[in-house]
């Protein structure tokens, strides 16, 4: 999707425009090097770019960071769960204390998330409420809107299960009065409200787009994300109405036959792919194969990945029949400059491999990579339906081993078998999500969503992560915006 990956544009407040010019009364003159929003927003030209701006901040960042998708959440919620911990190489304290659940409020990582969530959010909140009034085709001006909000219902569903009750902003600042601007926490609920009113809203987008366009939220998207809050509230009927609607709603998704295929460039946007955030080689974002960049680096001195798996135990969560564990692990590297085959020496386990774009040449630039990040693949659906037909019927269903086994038939192991009663085929869904999902950013969310002590047991049973606790079922609100907002109450236990 060129146009949302390439272009990015910078919203400038009214009030900015003015300065100090005030103190100059013979100065009457415009200001002519500044667009503010009054000038910017009137044609449709200007609303499409408003747009591809909300969507750029899932794939770049503008102080040239990590992008939020692929590389920041992950950091996050994949080195706070039981899958990874950082690379031995790794010397950032703030990462390294992620990875053994040391991490305090004023993590730079967990602050920089809370950033660049809200800076979508404000991108996204700037279309929806300037769009509405260009005078343009109607149907796409309404389109572009419900995109921005698909877009913003994501980044709220981020923030909240991340980090509890926070500020629900829906429109921009019209003003610089700093009273104004601060903004306590918003119930749980209240959050999860406004996200299902925008993902209801999004249902309405196109089943699917062509050309250029190829990559931005659809209907289906939007019931799926929607299934996804439910399922997380433990409300498993209007999760299973969600997930039947893109099951049987005519939207043509599929599983890949081939796992790898949910991770290569030439395949990406396929039948698999709900909702993807979308990279592109050599367009200048940061991108979702940074996972890896670092190993690649020295290639005859087997340099340390960032990330690798906790300890050798998730690896061997797969059998050596599981399709899976080629295409989400690796060991070695063939390094075509040399012409050799780099053995990495790992004392944990092979490395995390589902990223690498093997297209590059040389394969070390990885930061060029166009492989996109999946956020909803149908795989997903999958998994999710079988759950929510467990808990509802109180037993797995017909409809729902065939769910499951559809997921495991692809990766080449055998099926479930009837007969489990309801708390073992949950067990069962949970594996497979995490077999299914490694470095998607998936596992810390199921985790923390199964309640009780299900999080800290889990990662209790890795010495890496004995500092696990209950106050790591939320991450803490940054120190700084607890310092510069005093309407903000920090989380139990930080």
């Given amino acids: 999707m060129k146009k949302i990956t390439s272009y990015k544009i910078s919203i400038l407040s009214g009030v900015l425009a003015l300065g100090t010019l005030v103190s100059c009364n ?30 750029s901040t899932l794939n ?23 899958n990874q911990v950082y690379s031995p190489s790794n010397t950032n304290p703030d990462v390294r204390a992620l990875g053994t ?40 001006r309404a389109r572009l809107v419900r995109e921005s909000k698909f877009v913003r219902a994501l980044l709220y569903f981020d923030l909240v299960r991340l980090y509890g009750a926070v500020p629900l902003v829906l429109h921009n600042p019209n003003s610089i009065d700093i009273n104004n601007l601060l903004v306590g926490r918003t119930p749980v609920d209240s959050v999860y409200t406004q996200v299902i009113t925008d993902l209801k809203s999004a249902t309405s987008l196109p089943k699917s787009y062509s050309g250029a366009d190829i990559g ?32 049987n709603g005519g939207y043509g998704y599929s599983l890949f036959p081939n796992y790898y295929d949910a991770f290569q460039k030439a395949t990406k946007n396929g039948v698999e792919h709900i909702f993807s955030v979308q990279f592109e080689t050599n367009l200048g974002a940061a ?60 004392s944990y386990a092979p490395y995390f491999n589902k990223f690498v774009d093997y297209s590059l040449s040389p394969l070390s630039i990885q930061v060029q990579s166009g492989i996109n990040y999946p956020v909803l693949r149908y795989a997903d659906v999958l998994l999710m339906y079988a ?15 065939n769910a ?12 479930l078998t009837a007969g489990l009663g309801q708390s073992d085929f949950r067990d069962s869904v949970f594996l497979e999500r995490r077999k299914e999902f490694i470095q998607e950013g998936h596992r810390w969310f199921d985790l923390v969503r199964q309640g009780g002590t299900v999080l800290v047991d889990a990662l209790h049973k890795l010495p890496a992560k004995s500092a696990a606790s209950a106050k790591n079922n939320l991450f803490p609100i940054p120190l700084v915006e607890v310092q510069l907002d005093p309407k903000l109450n920090q989380n139990p236990g930080y």
């Fill in 26 to 55: 013979k100065l009457t003159e415009n200001p002519n090097s500044i667009i503010v929003s009054s000038q910017f927003y009137k044609t449709t030209s200007d609303a499409v770019s408003a747009v591809n701006a909300v969507y």
């Fill in 60 to 82: 770049s960042d503008p102080a040239a960071d990590f992008p939020l998708y692929g590389r920041q959440l992950n950091l996050l919620v994949e080195n706070a769960s039981d």
């Fill in 101 to 140: 659940e040391t991490y305090i409020s004023s993590n730079s990582r967990v602050q920089k998330v809370w950033q660049q969530l809200y800076y979508g959010i404000n991108r996204a909140n700037i279309a929806i409420d300037n769009i509405p009034a260009i005078q343009m085709d109607t149907a796409l």
């Fill in 216 to 247: 931005r939220a659809t209907g289906g998207a939007a019931h799926t994300l929607l299934a996804k809050v439910y399922l997380t509230q433990q409300d498993w009927t209007d999760a299973l109405t969600e997930l039947k609607t893109v099951i």
């Fill in 287 to 346: 991108n979702s194969t940074q996972f890896l960049s670092e190993s690649f680096t020295s290639f005859n001195t087997g340099t340390f990945p960032i990330d690798i798996p906790a300890d050798s135990s998730v690896y061997k969560l797969f059998s050596a029949a599981d399709k899976r564990r080629a295409v989400t692990f690796y060991s070695s590297v063939y390094n075509a400059a040399t012409g050799q085959t780099v053995v990495f020496n790992n």
């Fill in 387 to 401: 759950e929510a037909q467990n808990e509802i019927n109180g037993a797995p269903t017909s409809d729902g081993y």
């Fill in 404 to 415: 499951i086994n559809q997921v495991r038939q692809r990766a080449g192991i055998p099926n």
